[in-house]
């Protein structure tokens, strides 16, 4: 064990004081977040010379007095801007019917239908129809719709307050609330949904996709480590030196782990900076801690699962063409990200289940379930079960196809060559 931690030390250390290494660690974020800034710069100054956006409203509780519609957007304008120049064009237009807005929200004639309730003064509740799914941040119009309900309820109060005393102080109650807003979204065939309860499932979506990105990438990028580890290694006779000193296991193992600890810290950087982003603008997740651990194991069991196959596969690169090998493989680990959408519709359906007991996609397969549904314990147990018996066997032959190939040089390894070493193991 402790050669094993030596040789892990040495190959996480060299990797990442590698200029390379260092240049994809800190240098892509760098130009990620300036590729962001500079979409979100030429974003704004797009919307600010789009066309004008119209804010349709439905008043069922005839709250709005529509003639201080000018000055509600002047004032709106220069809270969001510095200079009223650089105010947004909005005009609000007034529906009487709910199927007339709709019809014009989805030809894209309006940015967004504000519905006022028949008892918004007492409940303060409006129905939000969108185009797009709610993700967090402002709607294009909804700041000016705002102002003018804020306006519309201070001249309300205003009226009542020398009639009736009783109504002015719900009013002024509701003028000094927040808007309770409703989101809903409108598809292309015409039905609506709502917009939240579609969010919440993709909250939910997003934590098993992060860490199936983490799986993958943290796969292949030790993969492609262990290739050029192994190569410079041989072509510097190193590795005879270091198997004279370790068994093939030993430094399989250390390789394995140490090389995939660069890996993981590379993709575990990428993958916080892109969920930073998505909480910057108004996203956020929802898993339970019971599910992210469970999905945890599942992540390092399937790395060490994939990182026992491309390690061999790894250290045939200059021996035969890797890619008979790694690509039907690669293609394999993807098959439940191109099947996602069957698995979401039935996390606990025939497929879903299929892919969880065979090994090579129970890993990313389980990190779907696993948020989607009450996964049931039989299956749980018995992925884990072969996975584990998987990744034995994997390390193991791997072993033995490190410790032949990673010594020939100058000669192209055959699949007949590979099967008779399994053979052999």
Known sequence: MKKIIIITRREFLMMI??????????????????????????????EASRHQASVGVIDQAGVIDFNLAESALAQAGSE?????????????????????????????????????????????????????????????GLAEFRALMRASLLQRFLHEKRVDDKGAAATAQRALAPIKLSKITINNDGTTVAAESRWKKIRRYMAPYGL?????ITAAMSSSYMLKSTSEEKENRVIEIMLSAVRPEQLLWGKILGLGGAALLQGATYIVLIGITVLYYGGSLEFTLGGMVLSLVYCLIGYLLYAGLLAAIGVLGDNMDKSQLSHPLIVIMLLPMILEFMLLDEPNGALARALTYFPLTAPVTMIYRLPMAQVPALDVIISLGLLLVSVYLAVRCATKIFRTAALMYGKRVTMTEIARWLREA
């Open 17 to 46: 004081t590698r200029k390379a290494y260092i240049f994809s660690l800190v240098g892509i974020p760098i130009l990620m977040l300036a590729f962001a800034i500079v979409v979100k710069y030429l974003k704004s100054h797009s």
């Open 80 to 140: 969001m801007s510095d200079e009223p120049s650089q105010s947004r064009r909005v005009a609000i237009r007034s529906y009487s019917q709910l199927v007339t807005g709709l019809r014009d929200l989805q030809e894209g004639n309006l940015s967004v239908l504000c519905a006022i309730e028949t008892d918004f003064i007492r409940s303060g509740q409006v129905k939000l129809y969108t185009r797009n799914i709610w993700v967090g941040g402002t709607q294009q």
């Open 212 to 216: 199936t990105l983490l799986l993958i």
